[in-house]
């Protein structure tokens, strides 16, 4: 079982729509989670990060955390064109390691 | 405030051949880390520095893979001599020591060996 795992992909929505993403991790003790976006090409960029249980908004992104499921997702909502890249999410474990899931491409179509 | 820098952005060089990679963390930032990334891959943690210390190196081959980081502020990470496998994206992050370790990355080096 991998350490971190994220919804196979690639995922395709129309713009306007909303895009989520889904991750599983494996080491219950993990303490905050990530999620990065990677443009072709370019290096990972911080969007959201959650620790508790629960939703966190921030503008169009939504983190939602479920620890007793080890659940962990990204919605983006009125998706854009720019919003296409690979959503890399990523689990700072009990051992004191960010882990990355393997990522998941995002195209947002017009 | 600057991010993470790194140099060179692209090195192609030939297999056996010695390479190395600089980066300079954001400005307080006392832990750093360099990454592995592969296509279609996540990073994946070569070595992790709390100022001058490496903490976490275990996944460092460290039969041809070096890293310091003298005075607590820039890396360099050394890789002699380079294989053909070595072809990836070599990426520096930094982040504060705390609790929720949010890390930020460099644009990084993408290495070609031929």
């Known amino acids: 079982q991998k350490e971190v795992e994220q919804n196979s992909g690639p995922l395709s929505v129309p713009e306007g729509a909303i895009a989520s993403l889904n991750c599983t991790y494996s080491d219950r003790g993990s303490q905050s989670f990530f999620w990065y976006r990677q443009y072709s090409g370019k290096s990972p960029e911080l969007i959201m990060f959650i620790y508790s249980n629960g939703d966190k908004e921030d503008g169009r992104f939504t983190a939602q955390l479920n620890k007793a499921s080890q659940y962990v997702s990204l919605l983006i909502r009125d998706s854009q064109p720019s919003d296409s890249a690979t959503y890399l999410c990523?689990?700072?474990?009990?051992?004191?390691?960010?882990?990355f899931g393997q990522g998941t491409i995002l195209t947002v179509h017009p | 405030e600057a991010g993470v820098v790194q140099s060179p952005r692209y090195k192609i060089i030939e297999k056996k051949q010695p390479v190395a990679f600089w980066c300079n963390p954001i400005?307080?930032?006392?832990?750093l880390y360099w990454y592995l990334q592969n296509l279609g891959q996540g990073p994946e943690l070569l070595i992790r520095y709390e100022n001058e210390e490496a903490v976490d190196d275990s996944q460092l081959p460290k039969d041809r893979f070096s890293a310091e980081r003298l005075k607590g502020v820039d890396s360099t990470l050394k890789i002699q001599p380079a294989e053909l496998g070595d072809s990836a994206v070599y990426l520096c992050a930094s982040s504060f020591p705390g609790q929720y370790n949010e890390q930020f990355f460099g644009p990084g080096t993408r290495l070609t060996v031929l």
């Open positions: 400005s307080g930032h006392n832990t």
């Open positions: 990523a689990v700072f474990t009990s051992y004191g390691k960010l882990t």
